[in-house]
Every structure is written in C-alpha cells, then in structure tokens.
C-alpha cells in the first residue's frame, strides 16, 4: 500500500470517527478524559483528518503552486486544531513523594 493512499484512508477515518464524536456526543474514555469537552475532541479529529485529505489530495493535483497551497491549507487547518480545540496539557496536578 502505498503513502497516499494509507494517508488518505488515515484521514478519512480521522475525519468520520470526529464527525461521529460531534453527532452522537460520545467519545471513548481515554479521549473524553484529553479533551474539555466533546466538541473540542470532535473538532480535533475533524480538523486533522480533513487537514490530511487535503495535503494528500494536493500530491495529486496538477502544477506546482496547487500543492503549495493546499499543503498551506492543511498546515492552517492543524494550527487551528493545535491552537483552539488542543488536548489538556497533563494528567493534573502529581503528588510529590
């Protein structure tokens, strides 16, 4: 198999299992507890799975600049995921020995 198309598929999965947390409001456990709430975990997915699609659409398309920008595209879409719907930084606070 190659790169693209195991990228495409990664972020076709990424991209429904987001849709799906966002529809039905449920998530599994380990990724409710990463997350504020369900719509940053949704969106997280969503976002990253899309920003994959289209960076590896953009492998496909014709000419130099079209790929440019779409790999643009797909760097702004995780930079807003990273940015606004990030995962929570640690596990709390740690108790100390």
Excluded: C, N
Excluded at 22 to 43: K, Q
Excluded at 52 to 62: E, M, N, Q, R
């Amino acid at each position: 198999m190659s790169s693209e198309v195991l990228g495409g598929v990664l972020g076709l999965a990424l991209f429904v299992f987001g849709v799906r947390m966002l529809v039905l409001g449920r998530a599994p456990a380990l990724i409710a507890r990463s997350f504020r709430s369900m719509r940053d975990a949704g969106y997280y997915h969503l976002l990253f799975g899309l920003a994959l699609l289209i960076y590896v659409g953009g492998l496909h398309l014709p000419g130099l600049l079209a790929g440019q920008v779409a790999a643009l595209v797909a760097v702004f879409l995780v930079g807003v995921a990273l940015v606004r719907f990030r995962p929570r930084g640690g596990r709390g606070p740690t108790r100390k020995a």
